[in-house]
């Protein structure tokens, strides 16, 4: 799709999902949930985005493997086929609101905060900071068991009717960690080739969900510190994985790989990732980053610079935001039956 001639509400194809339009809702932990399970804050929560006109919301990180994956004790869990009626729930409360449904499935690795386990994992035996405790270095039986944990998880999502995966691959998390020469110091194969686990588990994802089923992977595309990745870095890494038709869009983030990224945040901050990694990549790319005004955000998918924005925090404060947005663009979109005396 030509993004020149898009604006925010041009309709976007991720692999075979069509989104109605390019706004997207990140994955945002809500630290609710009570032994991983869905409730009713999940379900308004999510619900009150989609109803808001988002096109694509992606559920906040969910953990693949008991308590290790977990960033905290209060996210929602995807490691065991008793929470995929929860997530069908939600699935539906997103869907019957006019929205495509999501979900990042993650691995804490380092940045475990679960009180239930004492040993946390990572490529190595740094700790992120020393509010964190220091992980022990995994084994191939480690890396096995994260792969085998990855793949179920995302067969529960497709279980549960999500229409897209997102792998967790940003932030300082497991698959991030191994990306991140900051924080990868190994010697074997997977220290030779950081992108290596990312490898294994989408090619086992991509066999067991079939061709057509949209993954996408959230990176982090920029550490800020010296000696960490960068967008060159990331083309390199995901060129080969894309040739392959691993994933089929990636959600650009940066930062939180270490506590001491000097980043420098302003509206729309992480957009110039997003679009210097677009120039090289085929499948869609989403960008963001403190976005608010919808002028912005059009004006980035007309520029060309993202396929699709990501509005977090501005989400957070105004569920109707994509709405307004078309309001103030001036472009006719439909609203909910029940609010249609509301657009003008
Ligand atoms: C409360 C909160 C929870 C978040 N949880 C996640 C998460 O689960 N996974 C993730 O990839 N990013 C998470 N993020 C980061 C957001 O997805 C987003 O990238 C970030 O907030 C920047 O976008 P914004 O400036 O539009 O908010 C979280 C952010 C917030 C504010």
């Given at each position: 799709?030509?993004?020149?001639?898009?604006?925010?509400?041009?309709?976007?194809?991720?692999?075979?999902?069509?989104?109605?339009?390019?706004?997207?809702?990140?994955?945002?932990?809500?630290?609710?949930?009570?032994?991983?399970?869905?409730?009713?804050?999940?379900?308004?929560?999510?619900?009150?985005?989609?109803?808001?006109?988002?096109?694509?919301?992606?559920?906040?990180?969910?953990?693949?493997?008991?308590?290790?994956?977990?960033?905290?004790?209060?996210?929602?869990?995807?490691?065991?086929?008793?929470?995929?009626?929860?997530?069908?729930?939600?699935?539906?409360?997103?869907?019957?609101?006019?929205?495509?449904?999501?979900?990042?499935?993650?691995?804490?690795?380092?940045?475990?905060?679960?009180?239930?386990?004492?040993?946390?994992?990572?490529?190595?035996?740094?700790?992120?900071?020393?509010?964190?405790?220091?992980?022990?270095?995994?084994?191939?039986?480690?890396?096995?068991?994260?792969?085998?944990?990855?793949?179920?998880?995302?067969?529960?999502?497709?279980?549960?009717?999500?229409?897209?995966?997102?792998?967790?691959?940003?932030?300082g998390y497991l698959i991030s960690t191994f990306l991140s020469p900051l924080s990868n110091k190994?010697?074997?194969?997977?220290?030779?080739?950081?992108?290596?686990?990312?490898?294994?588990?989408?090619?086992?994802?991509?066999?067991?969900?079939?061709?057509?089923?949209?993954?996408?992977?959230?990176?982090?595309?920029?550490?800020?510190?010296?000696?960490?990745?960068?967008?060159?870095?990331?083309?390199?890494?995901?060129?080969?994985?894309?040739?392959?038709?691993?994933?089929?869009?990636?959600?650009?983030?940066?930062?939180?790989?270490?506590?001491?990224?000097?980043?420098?945040?302003?509206?729309?901050?992480?957009?110039?990732?997003?679009?210097?990694?677009?120039?090289?990549?085929?499948?869609?790319?989403?960008?963001?980053?403190?976005?608010?005004?919808?002028?912005?955000?059009?004006?980035?998918?007309?520029?060309?610079?993202?396929?699709?924005?990501?509005?977090?925090?501005?989400?957070?404060?105004?569920?109707?935001?994509?709405?307004?947005?078309?309001?103030?663009?001036?472009?006719?979109?439909?609203?909910?039956?029940?609010?249609?005396?509301?657009?003008?």
């Open positions: 799709m030509k993004s020149e001639k898009s604006n925010l509400f041009t309709p976007l194809k991720i692999g075979s999902l069509e989104i109605k339009n390019r706004i997207v809702m990140p994955p945002m932990d809500q630290y609710s949930a009570e032994d991983g399970f869905v409730n009713d804050w999940h379900l308004q929560h999510y619900a009150a985005r989609a109803l808001g006109g988002t096109g694509l919301v992606i559920v906040e990180a969910t953990g693949v493997l008991p308590y290790v994956s977990s960033i905290t004790d209060e996210d929602l869990a995807i490691w065991d086929d008793k929470y995929i009626d929860g997530l069908s729930k939600l699935v539906n409360a997103i869907k019957s609101n006019g929205a495509a449904a999501g979900i990042q499935i993650v691995h804490a690795g380092r940045k475990c905060e679960s009180v239930k386990i004492d040993k946390i994992y990572a490529p190595s035996a740094i700790a992120f900071n020393d509010k964190y405790r220091t992980p022990v270095e995994m084994t191939q039986d480690d890396i096995n068991e994260v792969i085998d944990a990855f793949v179920k998880a995302a067969l529960r999502a497709k279980k549960a009717g999500f229409d897209i995966i997102e792998l967790h691959a940003a932030h190994r010697t074997d194969e997977y220290g030779k080739n950081r992108a290596k686990i990312l490898e294994e588990i989408l090619r086992k994802v991509r066999e067991v969900l079939g061709k057509d089923y949209p993954i996408q992977i959230r990176i982090s595309s920029y550490d800020w510190k010296e000696g960490g990745n960068t967008v060159k870095d990331f083309v390199e890494m995901l060129k080969p994985l894309e040739e392959d038709k691993l994933f089929d869009s990636i959600n650009v983030s940066t930062g939180a790989v270490t506590s001491d990224g000097k980043i420098i945040p302003y509206e729309g901050y992480q957009i110039p990732f997003c679009r210097e990694l677009k120039q090289y990549m085929k499948v869609p790319c989403i960008g963001g980053g403190l976005l608010t005004d919808p002028k912005m955000a059009n004006m980035i998918i007309r520029n060309g610079a993202a396929d699709a924005v990501y509005i977090g925090r501005e989400l957070l404060r105004n569920p109707y935001w994509a709405l307004q947005a078309a309001r103030t663009l001036g472009i006719d979109v439909p609203f909910p039956r029940q609010y249609e005396q509301a657009k003008r």
